[in-house]
């Protein structure tokens, strides 16, 4: 499953695409459950921002991604993951 929200306005905002992408059975080379969150602005080498949580998702969660101030915040049933 993956979530992503793009901005086509690379000039006003931070990042430009923003990622949940959860892998229940691993994934990248790594063992799963997990679920990455990624912001990037372009496709220029080293432009990314991973973070990678180990843990599962069965059933249903409310996933949220926050962009306000230059400050983005992703997180699951209320719980921060991370923020950039």
């Not at 180990?54 to 991604?65: E, K, S």
Request: charged letters at 20%; hydrophobic letters at 30%; a negative charge.
């Amino acid at each position: 499953m993956a979530l992503t929200l793009c901005s086509p306005d690379h000039g006003s905002w931070k990042y430009s695409e923003l990622d949940y992408e959860y892998m229940p059975n691993g994934g990248w080379s790594r063992f799963g459950p997990r679920l990455d969150t990624t912001s990037w602005r372009s496709s220029v080498q080293g432009d990314r921002v991973r973070s990678s949580h180990p843990m599962g998702l069965d059933g249903w969660h409310t996933m949220a991604i926050t962009a306000v101030g230059g400050v983005t915040t992703y997180s699951v049933d209320g719980q921060e993951l991370s923020q950039r």
